[in-house]
């Protein structure tokens, strides 16, 4: 709340400087931070009274939002990648699906490898767990293991994270 928007009847108010002017009348702290050309902030509503800080709303708020947008561009977003195997997959396959994990990886990005069974194959399920075990065997110079191979239905999943990232 701003300037008029404060119906409290007093408030202890704080100037620019963040020295306390005590506790006066809302309409007597609205004056002197109208003599400064300044707003008047409810900063804490809870207290009994509210505390009002004298200040640059808009400077403020404009500060805001230049620490926030900074925070954003710093922010790293993790993407996840999948990588689909097979319980049949041949050996150079592998090879081929290895290197785009790695490269995912190195680019900071997770990587889920996924294997689907078909047909009769889910009654194998060991198969596509060595595939898997082999696979992660492969990426462990590059990643970590977050969450181990498990079978959800027809599928079985396991999501590698990058080394460096933690």
Same mark, same amino acid.
């Given at each position: @709340?701003?300037?008029?928007e404060i119906?409290? !009847?007093e %408030? !202890?108010v %704080?100037?620019?400087?963040g =020295?306390q ?5 809302? !309409?007597?702290?609205l004056? *002197?931070? =109208? ?5 008047l902030v #409810?900063?804490v509503p809870k207290a009994?009274?509210?505390?009002? #800080?004298?200040?640059?709303?808009? *400077?403020?708020?404009? &500060?805001?939002? /230049? /620490?926030?947008?900074?925070?954003r /561009?710093n922010q790293k977003?993790?993407?996840i990648k999948e990588v689909r195997?097979?319980?049949?997959i &041949?050996?150079?396959d592998?090879d %081929?699906?290895v *290197?785009?994990?790695i /490269?995912?990886?190195k =680019?900071?990005?997770k990587v #889920?490898?996924?294997? $689907?069974?078909?047909?009769r194959?889910?009654?194998?399920s &060991?198969?596509?767990?060595q ?5 992660a &065997? $492969?990426? #462990?110079?590059?990643?970590k293991?977050? *969450?181990p ?5 027809r599928n079985?999943? @396991?999501? %590698?994270?990058?080394k460096?990232?933690?």
């Amino acid at each position: @709340m701003i300037n008029e928007e404060i119906r409290d !009847r007093e %408030v !202890r108010v %704080v100037d620019q400087n963040g =020295e306390q002017l005590g506790i006066m009348p809302t !309409r007597q702290a609205l004056e *002197k931070a =109208e003599e400064l050309n300044l707003d008047l902030v #409810k900063i804490v509503p809870k207290a009994v009274p509210p505390v009002c #800080k004298i200040m640059d709303y808009g *400077k403020y708020r404009f &500060e805001q939002s /230049k /620490k926030e947008r900074e925070f954003r /561009k710093n922010q790293k977003v993790i993407n996840i990648k999948e990588v689909r195997l097979s319980a049949t997959i &041949e050996d150079h396959d592998v090879d %081929v699906k290895v *290197k785009n994990a790695i /490269k995912f990886l190195k =680019e900071g990005n997770k990587v #889920k490898a996924t294997i $689907r069974f078909r047909g009769r194959q889910i009654t194998h399920s &060991e198969i596509g767990r060595q595939v898997m075990t082999d696979f992660a &065997e $492969r990426i #462990k110079d590059y990643g970590k293991i977050d *969450k181990p191979p498990a079978i959800e239905g027809r599928n079985m999943s @396991m999501i %590698v994270s990058p080394k460096d990232a933690n």
